[in-house]
């Protein structure tokens, strides 16, 4: 009778052992989908802002910017920054994603016609951030200009 026992100790102890292999896995590529699904929502809205940004629809892109959730932020403060044009606008890659916050690499040909520079190229880490659930362009403040 010890042997029947014995059988069933170690196939309940197996199945225990597999249970929480199957579930360590499904948690880690749960968190690794989860990982790729920010990445590419941040990607997305990256896209869509900077193809807005290139044809100088600021009206628009005024809804991708984290500003827009700020009470103290306003659409016509908004519209009063740049004299920038750009040319061509290139979302590379997501370098970073650390909680609610992210980092894009973003090449862009641009002008500044009020300076008389043109044709000027860079590759931007582009600031994004998570709010309610939805990824949001940073603005950056200026030196200069830091209100």
Not at 2 to 13: D, F, I, K, N
Not at 87 to 115: C, H, N, Q, T, W
Request: hydrophobic content about 40%; some cysteine.
């Amino acid at each position: 009778m010890t042997t029947p026992v014995h059988r069933r100790t170690w196939l309940a102890s197996a199945a225990a052992v597999v249970s929480a292999v199957a579930l360590a896995g499904c948690a880690t590529t749960g968190s690794a989908v989860s990982a790729g699904g920010d990445k590419e929502a941040v990607r997305k809205r990256a896209e869509a802002y900077w193809a807005l940004m290139r044809t100088n629809d600021k009206v628009a892109a005024w809804a991708y910017e984290a500003q827009s959730k700020d009470p103290n932020g306003s659409l016509e403060g908004y519209m009063k920054r740049g004299g920038i044009t750009y040319d061509v606008v290139e979302v590379r890659d997501v370098r970073s994603i650390e909680g609610d916050k992210a980092v894009v690499d973003v090449f862009m040909r641009y002008s500044a016609p009020l300076l008389r520079i043109k044709g000027q190229e860079a590759v931007a880490q582009d600031e994004w951030q998570r709010i309610d659930g939805q990824w949001y362009h940073v603005l950056r403040r200026s030196v200069m200009f830091p209100s």
